[in-house]
């Protein structure tokens, strides 16, 4: 599974951004796709999830200004970024978790697509 993160840039606080993924390969092996993001000097984090049945979970840091939604049908996940703060300034990753339909494999089976900086001034 190929993932093809688009989107990220620089934008000023109170602004938005919107990210898009797009998975390819195969792509019955995915399950849950989603979002995290890493800033300098600190750990991944999850920024937000969507199940395959498009049940979100978002990390509360950004519960009411992130949406996630998903298009199954071209296996795309976008994450709109609204109202934004400097502290999300971060490299952000596109995430799919590895399925055959028996419940998530092991996390370090995920896949993972490159990062996509976005930078937000204050």
């Known amino acids: 599974v190929q993932l093809q993160a688009y989107g990220g840039g620089l934008v000023q606080a109170g602004g938005s951004l919107r990210l898009s993924c797009a998975a390819s390969?195969?792509?019955?092996?995915?399950?849950?796709m989603g979002w995290y993001r890493q800033a300098p000097g600190e750990q991944r984090k999850l920024v937000a999830t969507?199940?395959?049945?498009?049940?979100?979970n978002y990390a509360d840091s950004v519960k009411g200004r992130f949406t996630i939604t998903r298009d199954s049908a071209k296996d795309t996940v976008v994450l709109q970024m609204n109202s934004l703060k400097p502290e999300d300034t971060a490299v952000y990753y596109c995430?799919?978790?590895?399925?055959?339909?028996?419940?998530?494999?092991?996390?370090?089976?995920?896949?993972w697509g490159q990062g996509t900086q976005v930078t937000v001034s204050s």
């Open positions: 995430n799919a978790q590895r399925d055959y339909g028996l419940g998530r494999e092991p996390a370090e089976y995920d896949y």
């Open positions: 390969g195969d792509i019955l092996s995915i399950g849950a």
């Open positions: 969507i199940t395959s049945g498009g049940n979100p």
